[in-house]
Every structure is written in C-alpha cells, then in structure tokens.
C-alpha cells in the first residue's frame, strides 16, 4: 500500500527543552516545537518553560508562521487536579497551538476548561490500532501519536482506517525506551522518582548484578558481551535513510525526541530531517539518499542506531545496544552571532574552546558541514588571541565565505 501524501508534506516537529533549542530548533527548519511548562510535563528534568516564558515562546514562534505544542503529558492524581485547572487558567492566553495529553481525566479537563483547544494524544497511551485511534478521535482529539512500537506495514494499515481529519504522528529518530511505549515502574522503584510524572532517572542505562543466595559477597554481572549488559538499553532510532517510506506512509508529522539534548543536537538533526524530506518532496520520482546526512546525524550525541520498530517487531529484535555509552563524533565549538559582508569577518559565541590555526566545520540551515579554518581570532576589543577558553566568550574572525547569525562551528 503507498499513500500519496505529497500535496501535504508531514509537519517536521522537533523538541524545545529551553529556548535556547527552540530557536535552533526553528531556524533549522522545523515546522513546529514541542515542549513543556513547569508543570504536568514528562521531562521533568529539562529546564522547561515558565508561564511569561511560554507567552514568549508562543509569540516568537507565531511570528515565524511555525506551531507550538505543549506537553501536559503526566498522569495526574487526584490530588493534583486543583493545580491542573489552575494552570490551564494561566496559561490558556498564551495561543499555543496545541496540548499533547497521555490521560482521559486531562483530555476531559481541557475540554470542560479550554473547549477549542487542539487535543494530540502521546505515544504514552500506547495507541497501536485503528480502533483505539478512532475511539481518541472521537472524544475529541485531532491528532494521535502512534506508539513506537509499531511497524511501518501497521501503521499503513491504521492510516487506511481512520478518517482523513485525524492526524498520524510518529517518532522518526531519538532515543527508546525498553518499556512499551515508555510506560516503566524502574525509576520510581529504586530512586522514588516515577519516569511517568516525568522524573525517570534512566535506570534501564544501569549495570546489573546478580547474586547466589548464599553468597551475596559475591556478586556476578548479568553479562551478555566482555564490556558488560545491555538487556535493558535501547539502541537510538534514526530514519534518515528511509525518508521516503516515511513519506509515503501517511504520518502526518515526524517527531524527533530530545528534550533533554543540547542545542546542538536539536539544530542538526532538525537540519538533517529537513533537507531529506524537502528533496523528496521536490521531486519523489529522482530522490536520492545523501551519506552526508546520517554524517550529521553521527556527529551528536547518540547510542547505537537502529530504525526502531518500523521494520523489526520487538519479540523479534529488541534493538538493544552492544556496546556501552554514548557515541559522540564532534564537539559544538561556537554559534555565529553577526557577520559583515563587507570585511567578511564573523563574530562568534564560544561554547566549548576555540583554538586557532585549526580546522573546524560550519553547519547552517540547508547545509551540510563545510571545512572552516581558525585564524586571525580577535576578541571583543580587537586584540589577537590564540584561544578562546572561556565559557560564552566572544571573538571574531574571517571565514572563507558568507555566514548567518545562529550558523554552528564545531571540531
């Protein structure tokens, strides 16, 4: 079954721990942001967005004609109800554009409270059917986000029995969680925090031991490989190689996870996911999948990679890593901050240290890294120096060709 969906190309949403990520997130070509206030959301972690901060964010994300989604994603008690009602009071002014909610009772609240509002449903509910997709449409959500457990012939199948007015979203790259649909009691078990009011401690990334009854002085580790255990981390999902099965599948828009991911990371994969879907989308028929892309993608933060579900069912491959920690190629050196055409000088906002006579890369909105030598750096005064070491510090320098403000250079 192919879908043509072509005349509406998937919405490309990407994730806003702070408004830092936000505006990297939207420079780099994102169709809207996800994100949280400071209350009610699963990332409880993140910096997150307070009340005036979110009128902020809504405002600047409207006027760059993008949308603004807001998580309140937690499943709330009883007793919490009271502080919920309140804070849809003071944040119902703000015009985001929609609420992605996990729980009936919050879906019933906003609707009694904020009737207009457009309702999506996380992937926390765990919707893996046309009929549980219908049932959630009907109580008046636009939009659900399929759980990640599913593959990409179901989802196909799902599309094909819901109306045309429910929305299909779907996570296309970021972490995994090894619970289903990232429903886990670990975290609240060992540290009291509970990964379901958006306070997991990520115990699935522990080592493991187990111990013989009689001899609990000697402890043994759950070994799969020579480096350890790995049962319960899951590799990263990444789809940048499948763009077009993507495209064709009928998803309304394509998730990237990472809240909790710096700035760097929510600019270069947005920027990946964009250039693919928008040469697709130019012309289908001579696509063309650039290597370049999944370069970029291997340059942030990350475990292993795999294409989660969409191809493998999790009985059959868990997807889980074999090899320890995170996978990190290249290091976010600075962001351009101003640049003068006519001297062709650059000023830079340093975020790890700058060493001249150096190479590094550029990455800008559209592009792919381009070679950047480090020379002749100034600092604010004009004075020449050899490094830039401190934290946020500025300074200046010629680059071999145009560059824009929010233009990222890296080792």
């Keep these: 079954m192919v879908i043509n969906f072509m005349n509406n190309i998937p919405e490309l949403l990407s994730p806003a721990g702070n408004f830092e990520k936000l505006r990297a997130a939207l420079l780099y070509g994102a169709d809207a942001v996800y994100?949280?206030?400071?209350?009610?959301?699963m990332r409880a972690a993140a910096a997150n967005f307070t009340d005036e901060e979110l009128y902020e964010a809504v405002a600047y994300t409207h006027a760059r004609h993008k949308k603004l989604y807001l998580t309140l994603n937690t499943m709330p008690h009883e007793y919490e109800y009271d502080a919920l009602k309140a804070y849809l009071g003071r944040i119902a002014g703000a015009g985001i554009d929609a609420f992605i909610v996990a729980d009936i009772g919050v879906l019933a609240t906003v609707?009694?409270?904020?009737?207009?509002?457009e309702i999506h449903i996380s992937t926390q509910t765990s919707c893996v059917s046309s009929a549980a997709a219908r049932a959630w449409h009907t109580l008046g959500a636009k939009r659900v986000v399929l759980a990640r457990e599913l593959t990409l012939e179901e989802i196909l199948r799902i599309r094909d029995q819901i109306p045309d007015t429910l929305e299909l979203e779907a996570f296309i790259h970021g972490s995994m969680c090894i619970s289903f649909s990232g429903r886990c009691l670990l975290s609240n078990h060992f540290t009291g925090r509970d990964g379901n009011r958006g306070m997991c401690a990520q115990p699935c990334r522990w080592n493991y031991t187990i111990s013989e009854e009689k001899r609990p002085e000697m402890p043994l580790p759950i070994e799969e490989t020579e480096?350890?255990?790995?049962?319960?981390?899951?590799?990263?999902?990444?789809?940048?190689?499948h763009i077009p099965e993507l495209m064709q599948s009928g998803i309304n828009s394509f998730k990237?996870?990472?809240?909790?991911?710096?700035?760097?990371?929510?600019?270069?994969?947005?920027?990946?996911?964009?250039?693919?879907?928008?040469?697709?989308?130019?012309?289908?028929?001579?696509?063309?999948?650039?290597?370049l892309w999944l370069r970029e993608l291997e340059s942030v933060s990350h475990r292993e990679y795999a294409t989660g579900y969409y191809f493998d069912r999790p009985m059959e491959n868990a997807q889980t890593v074999t090899q320890m920690g995170y996978l990190r190629e290249k290091a976010y050196l600075a962001v351009v901050d101003d640049y003068d055409p006519v001297t062709g000088i650059a000023q830079f906002i340093q975020r790890n240290k700058v060493v001249t006579n150096t190479y590094a890369e550029l990455i800008s909105p559209g592009h792919t890294g381009r070679a950047l030598p480090i020379h002749d750096m100034k600092n604010e005064v004009g004075e020449s120096i050899e490094t830039a070491p401190h934290p946020f510090m500025r300074f200046s320098m010629p680059t071999p060709f145009p560059v824009s403000k929010g233009d990222i250079l890296r080792a």
């Design 35 to 41: 994100l949280a206030g400071n209350m009610f959301g």
């Design 227 to 241: 480096h350890g255990t790995f049962i319960m981390s899951s590799k990263d999902m990444c789809m940048i190689e």
């Design 256 to 291: 990237i996870e990472g809240r909790m991911k710096s700035a760097y990371y929510t600019a270069v994969v947005t920027n990946a996911y964009r250039m693919a879907m928008d040469r697709y989308a130019a012309a289908p028929a001579s696509y063309e999948y650039d290597p």
């Design 111 to 117: 609707k009694e409270l904020l009737p207009d509002m």
